[in-house]
């Protein structure tokens, strides 16, 4: 069972460092470092708008442009309810203790038919896939996360509708240089 989510971006690497704290079911905590590179985490905000659009529970033929901005409402309020709190990133020459982090090939992204709760699978270079179930509150607060990550990294990708963004400075309003 999944306990803390952190999510940083290592410079070093460039690429984002997923920790994720699971309790056993002998009631230790073990951790799983991940390192996403910027083409997985590319493929995979995609997935995770098509499971936030899921989430709003929309009609199909509703207008696409009314599709995005109840969404994005949508994903607002919820990840607003999440208890989440940003820390410093550690510096950069901060050695990590233990076992280095697996790095993912892919993402594959899903909903439990029963209970609707929301399946990520990591598959990574080495070791046996990573499976985890999150309720719906963690999956927007997750793709907040994700969102903070990707804007801080500089990485250039294209927006989806879930990324809150940064309010710009009003164009300058005219006026030759001489």
Not at 26 to 33: D, K, P, V
Not at 52 to 69: C, F, G, I, T
Not at 97 to 114: A, D, W
Request: glycine residues 8%.
């Amino acid at each position: 069972m999944l306990k803390h989510i952190r999510l940083r971006y290592d410079p070093i690497a460039d690429r984002l460092l997923l920790d994720l704290q699971m309790a056993t079911p002998q009631g230790g905590l073990e951790s799983h470092l991940l390192h996403l590179t910027r083409r997985i985490v590319h493929r995979w905000r995609g997935e995770l708008q098509a499971m936030v659009d899921m989430s709003a529970e929309l009609p199909q033929r509703m207008d696409p442009a009314a599709r995005a901005a109840i969404s994005q409402a949508h994903h607002q309020a919820m990840s607003a309810q999440v208890n989440a709190r940003t820390e410093p990133a550690p510096p950069a020459e901060a050695e990590v203790q233990g076992e280095p982090p697996r790095l993912v090939t892919r993402i594959g992204c899903g909903r439990h038919k029963l209970d609707g709760r929301w399946v990520l699978q990591f598959e990574c270079q080495t070791g046996a896939p990573l499976t985890l179930v999150l309720g719906t509150k963690t999956l927007h607060g997750l793709v907040d996360a994700l969102s903070r990550r990707v804007q801080s990294a500089q990485w250039g990708l294209p927006a989806v509708a879930t990324e809150r963004q940064a309010v710009s400075a009003p164009p300058p309003t005219g006026g030759a240089l001489h």
